[in-house]
């Protein structure tokens, strides 16, 4: 069932699994403690979700992220175990009622190829195009200049083909910090996974959500210590972390988890260690 929060109805989108090395997406935390949850595979790999979030006002239905997308090779999706065999981004869309040609906006916390590569796709003749045609596409200025320029440390983590089209197209809204995109809808923005990464905060009668991007990519990433070997500064995120874990425990908030493979979200309670999963919620 959808979840409701105010005025918007919120559905979690799948695009596809995969699966990524354990001991970078947990950093410094050793595998005996988070393998306990996410057992890895004989080359250290571990399942993770790709989850986007569709959030519809009636008036406007606003994607957050994109997924991998389409345009990997299949050497590379051997590589990443893509798997669209139970769901994918079209089949969920249709699921919650719609298409990628409704959807009016798209929001990018960061332009992450597993964020953002489903922002174009493959056309018959081998080049790429928009993937959602009548859609504004909402993005950090930083994030947006960062991606085009980025340091030896995360170029690997950007296509240039996945956003490439975004600057010409006129669809393209560059957001300056902490902003208000819609009634109800506000981004912040956080610096320690990447610069401008941004992330968004839906409330309505009062019910919060937070949509947390790759601040706290799964429920193993709760724990203040999980932090990604590929998080550009990483001191900073843990700060970031500190701060949003705090206020989403003191408020209530549901906290969508885009990589988590056992929930889409929940709200969080305190535990001796700190913080973990409380009240699963799934919609």
């Known amino acids: 069932m959808p979840l409701r929060v105010g005025r918007f109805t919120l559905h979690e989108i799948r695009d596809c699994s995969f699966a990524t090395d354990g001991g970078t997406l947990f950093g410094p935390v050793p595998r005996r403690e988070w393998g306990k949850a996410y057992p890895p595979d004989e080359e250290n790999r571990i399942a993770l979700m790709s989850r986007c979030l569709l959030v519809d006002s009636g008036e406007r239905k606003i ?11 299949l050497e590379e999706q051997r590589s990443w175990q893509v798997d669209r065999s139970q769901f994918d981004l079209d089949r969920e869309l249709v699921r919650a009622g719609t298409s990628r040609e409704a959807i009016t906006d798209v929001v990018l916390t960061h332009l992450h190829c597993e964020h953002s590569g489903g922002t174009t796709r493959r056309r018959p003749d081998g080049g790429t195009e928009l993937a959602f045609p009548n859609a504004t596409f909402h993005l950090q200025r930083r994030q947006f200049r960062w991606a085009h320029h980025p340091t030896e440390r995360d170029a690997s983590s950007f296509r240039l083909e996945d956003f490439a089209k975004l600057e010409q197209s006129g669809r393209l809204h560059l957001c300056e910090g902490e902003t208000e995109l819609f009634e109800g809808i506000e981004v912040c923005v956080t610096e320690g996974h990447t610069v401008g990464q941004q992330l968004l905060h839906i409330g309505g009668e009062g019910v919060e959500v937070l949509c947390a991007g790759d601040l706290l990519p ?3 990433h709760l724990k203040l210590a999980a932090q990604m070997a590929s998080d550009l500064y990483p001191l900073t995120g843990l700060e970031e972390k500190k701060m949003l874990l705090a206020e989403a425990v003191e408020t209530g908030t549901i906290v969508f988890l885009p990589h988590e493979t056992r929930f889409a979200a929940c709200r969080l309670r305190e535990n001796e260690g700190g913080v973990e999963a409380g009240e699963i919620v799934s919609f």
Do not use: I, P, Q
Request: proline share 0%.
């Open 218 to 220: 799964t429920a193993g």
């Open 63 to 73: 994607l957050v992220d994109t997924g991998l997308g389409d345009k990997m090779s």
